[in-house]
């Protein structure tokens, strides 16, 4: 499976704590997207990194992309009840398609 | 900006009926998908199209599932005789460029029963 994998499932933190979720893939990426998406709703792009860039931020976001070891992290600091949701990493493997395959999701719920 | 329209939020149907989903993407959005959500899932792509044509349609269950991008705007999802199974969110989701972020819409539920 082109998929990978994300892990962990799910994660619950308080607020204030930072969460960590990882996303493995299988073959090469041309980038590799991160989404938020919360109960019901649909789902909200966060960051977008390519394969030659390593690290990237967005306000409390920051994501790594480590090629050699085929596999991203996405850090949350100083989380907010507000960030409860599911994330989940999509990965781009250009081609002739350039389709996005997104994985199953971490669930992260932080208690206030 | 308009985000991405979907409609109907919601359907119940009993299997072996028909059921149609509709999309309207961002203005001037070229790339228009559908996804498939079952409950605690990540996405499954059903169909891409890039303006009126069809790009990626490999994993749409075509004997029973139909979709349509009508002069590179508005989206139909249609499900034909739907099954148990087909029960999820349906997400339509645009793009302004071909490899870039993907804007969704809410997504239209489905139960059958």
């Known amino acids: 499976s082109q998929q990978g994998e994300e892990d962990p499932q799910a994660l619950s933190i308080q607020e204030g704590e930072n969460a960590t979720m990882n996303c493995s893939y299988k073959t090469s990426i041309n980038n590799l997207q991160w989404y938020r998406q919360n109960s019901g709703r649909g789902l909200v792009h966060l960051i977008l990194i390519r394969s030659n860039e390593r690290e990237k931020h967005s306000g409390r976001l920051r994501v790594t992309l480590d090629t050699s070891k085929k596999s991203s992290s996405l850090l949350i600091t100083a989380s907010r009840a507000a960030d409860t949701a599911s994330y989940f990493c999509?990965?781009?493997?250009?081609?002739?398609?350039?389709?996005?395959?997104f994985g199953t999701g971490t669930l992260l719920a932080v208690q206030p | 900006e308009a985000g991405v329209a979907q409609s109907p939020r919601y359907k119940i149907i009993e299997k072996r009926q028909s059921v149609a989903f509709w999309c309207n993407p961002i203005s001037g959005h070229a790339t228009l998908y559908w996804y498939q959500q079952i409950l605690g899932q990540g996405p499954k792509l059903l169909i891409q199209?890039?303006?009126?044509?069809?790009?990626?349609d490999s994993q749409l269950p075509k004997d029973r599932f139909s979709a349509e991008r009508l002069k590179g705007v508005d989206s139909t999802l249609k499900i034909q005789p739907a099954k148990l199974e087909d029960s999820a969110v349906y997400l339509c989701?645009?793009?302004?460029?071909?490899?870039?972020?993907?804007?969704f819409g809410e997504g239209s539920r489905l139960t059958v029963l």
């Open positions: 989701a645009s793009s302004p460029h071909y490899t870039g972020e993907l804007f």
């Open positions: 199209f890039q303006n009126n044509g069809v790009v990626d």
């Open positions: 999509a990965r781009n493997y250009g081609g002739a398609t350039n389709k996005l395959i």
